[in-house]
Each structure stands twice: as C-alpha cells, then as structure tokens.
C-alpha cells in the first residue's frame, strides 16, 4: 500500500529485535521497500524471510561506525532511488546505580545511542535533505526527558539524542525535513532481558503497539508532524 505523503522508502536500525522488528512486519505488509541494518546478520535474516522478495534489503552495520553507516544509506539510495523516512530503533540499555558504573560501560552507552544516533542523523539528512522531503523517528523513549533513579549514564545518552533531534529540526528546517521522537515509557522488548530490575512487563507497552503508532505517523497528511509522542503505561508514569 503505497503511502499517499510519500513514505514508502524506509530504512529501519536495530530492524532485528524489538520495536524495530515490529515496525518491519507491520510495514512490509504495507508494501513499503524496506533497508534493514542491525549488528547481526543472523536476526536479520530471520526477520526479513517471508518478506516480499524485491522490496527488502538487509545489511548488517554498527551504527557507531561513521564509514559503515555512510556505505550503508549510499547502497540504499542506491537500490532503491532513495530514502523518504528513518526509523532508528538501534540502541542499549543501562539501569544501575552511578556508583557500579565504570568509566568504559559510560563510554560505551553514550557510543552506542548518541554517537550511533548522530551518525544514523548525519547520514538521513545527507540523503533527504536534497529532495527537500523527509522523516526521521526515534525512540528517546521516556528517560530522553524524564530522569529516574540508577538510570543517570543511560538518561545522559537518551537526553543527548533528544537534544541532537530538536537541533536538527531546526537546522533542516527549510529543506523540509520532519523529525519525530517518541517518548514510549516501559516497552515489552529484549532490553529488559539484560537489566537487573524487577518490572511486570505483563504490564508495559507490546513492541507492536509502540511499533504501530510508528509506522501509523507516516500515513498523516504531509503538513502534519508528530514532533514529541509520549505514551506510557499508566503504572509507569514519571
């Protein structure tokens, strides 16, 4: 189903888990030309079997790499004559007291979702900016405004890509360009596999919701942006 704004050309990070994952079946069955990047070729392959031959392309890439995300939207554009929206789910957790955390997990936090981030930005703006049309969508998520206890390193990185977005909407303002960050607050993905913290996930947001309202923001009319979604269970409110 060909969007009638123009959305019909979506690259997707972190496609092979989560609300990433989400976003590629529900857009596939769309009939949108789906580019499709995580770190594991293996959970990229599962996901994209079964999709419709021709109109996805998988490519594994660290977003923390400056040359492999440029080779990445330059094989895209490409492929597929272009790049009309970006959904970048690529992203780690970190829930743990200031004191436990060390110098190099810091580091690695703020690599992987703001310089991840920056260089995902860098490289859609590179590429949409020219044609004066284009979105771009991530996942703050709720701790991108809202602080919470032993969450300090990873708030600074979500805080950091949420400060990185409202720039750049200014920036590419005239080259009509639309940014949307979604503020989503305890949602059901592999993130919570690894944290060491007692949640009901009975209790959060599925990964299909969450990857619903996504996809669903590309199908408003093309005067309308979804800057800022805030959406939380009511249980998890900040």
Known sequence: MSSPYGFDK????????GIGAACTRILAERGKSLVLTGLSPQKLDAISAGLPAGHVWTRAADVTQAAAVRELFD????????????IHCAGVGLIRPLEEVGGP??????????RGTFHVLKEACRVMAPAKKGRFMTIPGILGIRPMKAATVYCASKYAV????????????????????????????PFWDGIDMRVDR????????????ICDDLDLPGHLVPGQTILQPASHQL
Do not use: C, K, W
């Open 10 to 17: 979506i690259l997707v990070t972190g496609a092979g888990s």
């Open 75 to 86: 094989e895209a554009v490409e492929r597929f004559g272009g790049i009309d929206a970006v």
């Open 105 to 114: 997990e810091f580091l690695h936090v703020m690599n992987v979702n703001a």
């Open 162 to 189: 949420t400060g990185l977005i409202q720039a750049a909407a200014e920036e590419y303002r005239r080259h009509h360009l639309q940014f949307s960050l979604y503020h989503f607050g305890g949602v059901d993905t």
């Open 202 to 213: 009975a209790q959060m947001i599925p990964a299909e919701v969450a990857a619903r309202r």
